[in-house]
């Protein structure tokens, strides 16, 4: 069982619909999440990231955390083809160091 | 603010030939680290510098792969001989100090991508 599953994709919504991208994981240690938006031959830039359980929104995305069922998803509003990339889970034990990565859900957002 | 620098870009090879990638990373940034993305997959930490120091090589295939940041800034990533696994994204990444108690983010290059034939 890998430490991280992630849904590889693709998903494919229409314009201005609401998308739930969503990890599990196995580790009940890690203490920090984080969402990677990563576009086609670029490096991952970080979404948002998540201390322990809860949620957190930033504009049109919002992340939630649930420890208890070691399950983190990132919730996109009124998406945008601009939104179009492959998005990574990523958790650790200590902050930004020592990142285990989910394998990315490629999203397809068709104007 | 500049970003993170890689080269090259793309990389074409034959197995059991070596190949070496380099990265510059951002002014001030003292901790750097390098990934490898084998396609479908998820980053993988191959090693982390701090200055010139290593912190984790753990994960590193030290039979073949070798890295060195000699004066603290620039790196160099090696693969020698190469194998067709090898085929991949290779990242780099800093950020601003491990040694800081703020939580610091990581900063992505383009990557270079490895093709082994």
């Known amino acids: 069982q890998k430490e991280v599953e992630q849904d590889p994709g693709p998903l494919s919504v229409p314009e201005g619909a609401i998308v739930s991208l969503n990890c599990t994981y196995s580790n009940s240690a890690f203490q920090y999440f984080m969402w990677y938006r990563q576009y086609s031959r670029k490096g991952p830039e970080l979404l948002m990231y998540?201390?322990?359980?809860g949620n957190k929104e930033d504009g049109r995305f919002t992340a939630q955390v649930d420890k208890s069922s070691k399950y983190i998803s990132l919730f996109i509003r009124d998406s945008q083809p601009s939104d179009s990339a492959t998005y990574l889970c990523?958790?650790?034990?200590?902050?930004?160091?020592?990142?285990?990565f989910g394998t990315g859900t490629r999203l397809l957002v068709s104007p | 603010e500049a970003g993170v620098a890689q080269s090259p870009r793309y990389k074409i090879i034959e197995k059991r030939q070596s190949v070496a990638f380099w990265c510059n990373p951002i002014s001030g940034h003292a901790t750097l680290y390098w990934y490898q993305q084998i396609l479908g997959q998820g980053p993988k930490l191959l090693i982390q510098?701090?200055?010139?120091?290593?912190?984790?090589d753990s994960q590193l295939p030290k039979d073949r792969f070798s890295a060195e940041r000699l004066k603290g800034v620039d790196s160099t990533l090696k693969i020698q001989p190469a194998k067709l696994e090898d085929s991949a994204v290779y990242l780099c990444a800093s950020s601003l100090d491990l040694s800081s108690t703020r939580q610091e983010t990581q900063y992505f290059g383009p990557g270079t991508r490895l093709l082994v034939l």
């Open positions: 990523a958790m650790s034990l200590t902050g930004f160091q020592k990142l285990v």
């Open positions: 998540t201390y322990s359980s």
């Open positions: 510098f701090q200055n010139n120091g290593v912190v984790d």
